[in-house]
């Protein structure tokens, strides 16, 4: 119940969002889209997320997507590793995030905090325009402005004493990035808002609620994914079904069908049957907390925002049919249902035991695997941009640099956490090889996530 409630108050919340135009263009065919961001990204799944959306609802849309994520990063940073750790994705559309650290951090609970505020955001917006300057001369590149996901100071949270006020200097960022993207003919899409009063609205009940994390500004999986569900929802995506199948089994005809050919209807005293393909795949909702000290799985974002409810809708309405049956998929016994449950439709997309929810887990897999290794390649960005740039070494990968980090690694225990990664990442041979497992990884997803012509039936009890 408390679940549903949630439900209800982020309907409510993201009504206006729902009610105004599409604010990002969808990726296309061919598209090689690159978020640019600090930890949130550089660690966070809503990208990946984002891309399996696109990966199961339009298999045949050879799209990639990249993360360009560097832990700690303020805009300044993104400015100065821009060329070599985002252009050199070749993006046709860049998602440019910032503003976390920007804003500054324990400052907000000592004396002068709102000067400080002040001082980080004018600093912020004198370095973004910098980077401005730049985006501006990117001619064949569209350019999307993200404002942050919050920091959230409304939470209960044991051990960790909210920081007053930080998060009114991020909305500021947010504010002027909107203006900034409407001055340029850019795109802009805020999460700080939609997600503030998602917080809000779950702490009504529970006063330890975040999407932020146990530090109040990293994201666990399900926030992620409702980072993504707010990015889909501003490419338009609301409303979008996967399929629907509408039979009047009393006929044995097909009423209506969306998104996918329906053939060979036959009906009986036995029940119903009839061939079913589809144009796209179900979204898969990981049910395991994935990344580092992650505790939430994506598929508690089910629980928070209605993505489900908007945009993976699978749906079987079959109308005439009294008392009980067995739905099975290709032979395989999915559900038991009675004649008014079909009446009134049923969501196969939230069903995990169809053969094309099964389909879609491998492709789910395959995309984990991806950002896994990807991973790999985005700790080997924070150590060359957060220690060698600073010390004329980098992308040197020689012996100098190892020396240089184990020097410091003894004091530092973030560069002793990256330095195996380091010492092998630092060889062009097994960067190749690590890139050539994600091209293959990539390739797989885009040779099974075709949909299939699947044989539906029902069977009376």
Not at 111 to 129: I, N, Q, S, T, V
Not at 293 to 312: C, D, H
């Amino acid at each position: 119940m408390k679940n549903r409630m949630l439900i209800l108050l982020a309907a409510a919340f993201l009504a206006p969002a729902a009610l105004s135009a599409q604010q990002i263009k969808p990726f296309k065919d061919g598209d090689r889209a690159v978020f640019l961001g600090n930890s949130i990204t550089d660690g966070g799944h809503y990208h990946s997320y984002i891309w399996l959306y696109y990966m199961t609802r339009f298999p045949d849309m050879d799209l990639r997507v990249y993360n360009a994520g560097v832990g700690g990063d303020a805009v300044s940073d993104m400015n100065k590793r821009l060329d070599a750790d985002a252009l050199d994705k070749r993006p046709t559309t860049l998602m440019v995030t910032f503003g976390m650290n920007d804003t500054g951090y324990n400052e907000y609970n000592e004396p002068g905090a709102e000067e400080f505020g002040e001082a980080r955001y004018r600093k912020c917006l004198d370095d973004y325009r910098s980077l401005e300057k730049r985006l501006q001369g990117l001619h064949n590149t569209r350019i999307v402005l993200m404002g942050s996901s919050p920091y959230d100071e409304g939470a209960e949270l044991q051990g960790n004493i909210a920081l007053r006020g930080k998060n009114a200097v991020m909305e500021r960022v947010a504010a002027f990035q909107k203006g900034a993207a409407e001055a340029n003919g850019w795109e802009f899409i805020d999460f700080n808002a939609p997600m503030t009063a998602l917080n809000r609205a779950g702490q009504k009940n529970d006063p330890a609620f975040t999407l932020c994390g146990r530090d109040r500004i990293h994201l666990e999986n399900d926030g992620h994914m409702v980072m993504a569900y707010l990015f889909l929802k501003a490419q338009g995506f609301a409303g979008k079904e996967v399929a629907h199948v509408e039979i009047d089994a009393a006929r044995a005809k097909l009423v209506d069908a969306g998104n996918c050919e329906v053939t060979e209807v036959a009906a009986s005293r036995a029940g119903l049957s009839f061939d079913y393909l589809a144009c796209a795949l179900p979204y898969p909702m990981d049910a395991v907390a994935r990344g580092w000290e992650m505790t939430r799985s994506q598929s508690l974002a089910a629980k928070i925002v209605p993505f489900v409810e908007e945009m993976n809708r699978e749906m079987l309405t079959v109308r005439g049919l009294k008392g009980n049956y067995k739905l099975s998929i290709d032979g395989v016994e999915i559900a038991a249902l009675t004649g008014d449950e079909l009446a009134r439709g049923v969501n196969l997309a939230v069903m995990p035991r169809t053969p094309q929810y099964r389909q879609a887990l491998a492709v789910m897999f395959l995309n984990e695997e991806r950002w896994t290794t990807e991973r790999r390649f985005r700790d080997y960005s924070w150590i060359q941009f957060n220690f060698f740039q600073r010390r004329g070494l980098l992308f040197a990968d020689n012996a100098d640099a190892l020396e240089a980090l184990d020097r410091e690694g003894v004091n530092d225990g973030w560069l002793r956490m990256h330095r195996d990664n380091y010492s092998q990442m630092m060889h062009a041979e097994v960067r190749d090889a690590r890139q050539a497992e994600i091209d293959s990884l990539v390739e797989k997803i885009y040779r099974i996530n075709k949909p299939v012509r699947r044989k539906i039936t029902l069977k009376k009890v």
